[in-house]
């Protein structure tokens, strides 16, 4: 059965013919106007729902002038308020544990997650036992599209708490009949134990972070391991824009012998494999029918035009629990029009998602993404696979030091490589960032390995304090 | 609905009234004498089913020259050969990756688990869907009769990983129609945000294992929390023998002013939830009609009287992809007759598993299990909350030393108060243990603690090391 309405009620039985490209082939392939409309349509219903169960929306619309039954058009729409992050940590404090946003009862909470909450008090995710049934429904058909199938063993790599992610893609892998192997990460020795497992169970497919993955591979060479001989077939990867980097997105696929997919947006919009890649199309898609995503100036939110960058925000068309309606991404983003190579109508992003707003620095008036300088890195030979960046300000001149690690050997080969490769770090980093970096080069393994999300940047300027700071505010806009 | 058969299969909409003790009041609350007639019966299935399907048991079996036709009774059942964990691996080493043993189809399996793996090649579980559901309502009914309710909040605090006791406990916790808070253990810095976050939640129902638990107070006290506050009104504990301890129980109890359960047998026979007390009866009843547990002769494998101490062998009568039919545990424990105080008519194991054959170690001819020295600290005030066990042999006579922290404010009392502390400590111990102890008292918090299972004992004698191979060896008897 290929059901869309709201809320969804998915048929717990359903399963595509093996031999199918699509898990809904309507869904996926309609033309993009006939989906718009269809899109107009449950925005009605979600506002509706919203609007009648959630102080918060109510109070929000109402104050800006907007009804649920205005929305007659995508156009329409961009007329409704966006909200932030902030907002819903202030909902939480002000009405808690799980805000004024939730739009059911409390008792029929299913699941709670939240944010890590490293900052601060955290924001709690209320998942009703619906949406998780839903959630676990759309990331089915999204791993659908990357090419896993019933009987394939989907080995989870990341931490399994507050953390969507892990959570988000073990519902998937149950929902399509894989084999879930919820492995996790994140306590001394699990990774070791992680690739000595691989090894036995030989996986067909990987979950985890891009920068987990190139460690693990490391880790399974120290344990005289061949991440080719684990023998997957397919890895995805969420919480960092590794994947959508081709020089990375190769590095992984050379090493593991894999086909690499990129995926994910934000946890508060879980289902966050709403933007994610398939196995014939790079970047990602714009899974509209999931989680309706318009890529906004992000002055006006209003939607840019296809083929230029702006930040994503998102609205549930399949939460009931805390649908999130117009919700600020904060990260940035290029989009074009569909279909892509795999047939699916939606929107594209290239390049995924490559960074957030308040993740740009400027050097010397240059403005530059982290995101840029790990392309760079992996592109060379002889990059070992981990560094750090940093900022200084040296009297009135900005200060751009990249710390690198060489591959195991070129420390071996002497002094006269080591500066080799560090000139050529330099020349590469200058012509793509179009501004002087200082290279610094370290032994292989020196610079730390994570088993979640990388933190690369150090910025140790007064400067960069302040213009983070403006940006969070930008964040705060209705 | 209540439902009673093999393989299970079991309405996933059923619900008791909230005000009901029972689950299944039927199965829960039967004739022993009748309950036992249907065990028979359901044993005489599943090994038919094991027997068709697993040439690890048809090879086994046919060996010992029993068949699932000749089990007409419990006393019938006796005669067939017990399995033992090494011949499990053994199995699955020959027959990888989930072992001949295995009596589904390896496409149906949902679920891939496993034992630690930290001493060799780990022992893999594969459950499958049908199985999954089935743990699901199985532990629903034990939480159920712990007297968690749809709407209670329960806050899992032990890592999710190969681990069965937070995946087990999950399950049930979904099924019961509880709110979800899966939050883990395992990375660092998790201890202090889990009592951050359990002071936002307020869950009501908490699991983890009895040390972390106690850690997890000292966490909070140090973060300026009182666990009283948290608002849990019951806590259950699986992993170790210490919710069945009075003492610790006490300790518990009294720290966070909420009810202790223990339970929890083998994660080899999930639904481990198959030994588990009550919220109106200590220790742990035997719920027979889930998984068949006899307490039996470590040599023999016959079962022991009611009254006596043996060691649990398992029968899982409602697994259809790796049920284990007879398998050793080489844990101990005391059976009694039923009913318990809550009505139940299973037996009970009034002091819950308090070790395994192979944790008892014997100083100068004395047996000692580690959960006895683990009871006495906890009944002795100015103790800190943790210890380690040295066994040393001083010429020809065994030392046993109990290294001990302090409560806070010992130390500052002054050298007096200390050594009181330890003659009170080792009158104690050798009351309880009839054998002299040396003990050593520390300053509070210098013993590390843990977030998972504890590890006390440290054996420096060459002859402990043979007696404990001796041990292993019992366990492989057939």
Known sequence: MEYWSYPPKYDPGYMPEPSSRYWFPVRETMAAGERDTAIAERLRAVMAHAYAKAPFYRRKWDEA?????HVRSLDDFERVPVVTKAELLESQTRAGPFGDYLCIPESDVHHIHGTSGTTGRPTMFAIGGGDWQAIANNHARVMWAMGIRPGDVVFIASIFSLYMGSWGTLLGAERLGAKCFPFGAGAQGMSARAVMWMNIVKPTAFYSTPSYALHLA????????DPRDFGLKVMFFS?????????????????????VVDCGSMAEVTPWMNLAGTYETE???????????????????RRVPYGS???PVYTNLERTSQPMIRLVSGDLTHWVDGPGPCGRTYPRLPQGIYGRIDDMFTVRGENIYPSAIDSVLNDLSGYGGEHRIVITRDGAMDELLVRMDAQAGIYEAGADAVTRLRARAEGDLLRVLGVRARVEVVEADVIPRTDFKARRVIDDRDLFRSLSQKMDGADGHG
């Open 309 to 311: 960058q702006g930040t």
């Open 65 to 69: 002038g907007v009804h649920p039954d």
């Open 218 to 225: 490391e880790v399974a060479v120290e344990e005289g391991l």
């Open 239 to 259: 919480g960092e824009p590794g994947a959508s980097i081709p020089s990375i997105r190769r590095r992984i696929e050379e090493t593991y012998g894999a086909r």
């Open 283 to 301: 970047g990602m898609l714009v899974w509209q029918d999931m989680v309706y995503t318009e890529v906004c100036d992000p002055k006006t939110y």
